[in-house]
């Protein structure tokens, strides 16, 4: 009864390093989608997929990569962390006749040093 | 495009008191919109949504919400607020209202729910 798992929970980070934020599902289901969650901002969406080979960007994409190589995985990357990273980023899957109900991770807090 | 907006960075009531919590959005296509529950700590749990049909919708731990054409509004309501409800509450819906949004959601800016014994 895994749903969408994100690792790590926590993660603090300096000023250009990069790291890779992994989500995985095990629901089957087609859409994925990346947003991070800042104070009074509600969720901004970073980058979504809509099945495997096959993404593209959202509200805020600047200083993130990400890819689909299956339907179950889909990995958030930083290139070169900055301080307005800082964050806390959840995942989320939703299948593709659902109506856009969405199933979140736990998240993961982000800090940029 | 769609956009939600939430009255209220922060609502305080007290224990056994109605809980209302605002919502708006913008299309004048009736869109799909759905409550969001995040505990401390935690991740969002959807507590409500409204598609099609009936537009007073119930959801989990007694709340529910009336979607108003009329008024492009989502209210969310509880008659008596518990302890265990204090969390913060995102109203949400598809970017692209009569469109496809491939499972992408606009969140509001969210509402902290305080409850005071």
């Known amino acids: 009864n895994a749903g969408v798992t994100q690792t790590p929970k926590f993660q603090v980070l300096k000023t250009g390093q990069s790291m890779t934020l992994q989500c995985a599902q095990d629901m089957n289901h087609e859409y994925m989608s990346w947003y991070r969650q800042d104070p009074g901002m509600g969720l901004r969406l970073i980058h979504y997929s809509v099945g495997a080979g096959i993404t593209d960007q959202g509200e805020v994409p600047n200083g993130y990569n990400v890819s689909r190589s299956t339907t179950e995985d889909f990995p958030l990357r930083l290139l070169s962390a900055a301080p307005s990273q800082t964050s806390v980023y959840f995942c989320?899957?939703?299948?593709?006749?659902?109506?856009?109900?969405?199933?979140f991770g736990a998240g993961t807090r982000l800090s940029v040093l | 495009a769609q956009s939600v907006t939430q009255l209220g960075s922060h609502v305080s009531v007290s224990e056994g008191a109605l809980v209302l919590l605002r919502c708006n959005y913008s299309?004048?296509?009736?869109?799909?919109l759905f409550w969001y529950v995040q505990y401390p700590n935690q991740g969002l749990q959807l507590l409500l949504k409204y598609t099609t049909g009936a537009t007073l919708v119930k959801g989990i731990n007694g709340f529910e919400a009336e979607f108003k054409k009329s008024e492009t509004s989502f209210h969310l309501t509880k008659p008596s607020a518990h302890m265990s409800d204090a969390a913060e509450y995102f109203c949400?819906?598809?970017?692209?209202?009569?469109?496809?949004?491939?499972?992408?959601?606009?969140f509001g800016q969210g509402t902290i729910l305080t409850v005071h014994p």
């Open positions: 989320a899957s939703s299948h593709k006749g659902a109506k856009n109900i969405q199933y």
């Open positions: 949400a819906a598809p970017p692209n209202a009569g469109g496809t949004s491939y499972g992408k959601l606009t």
């Open positions: 299309s004048s296509v009736p869109p799909y």
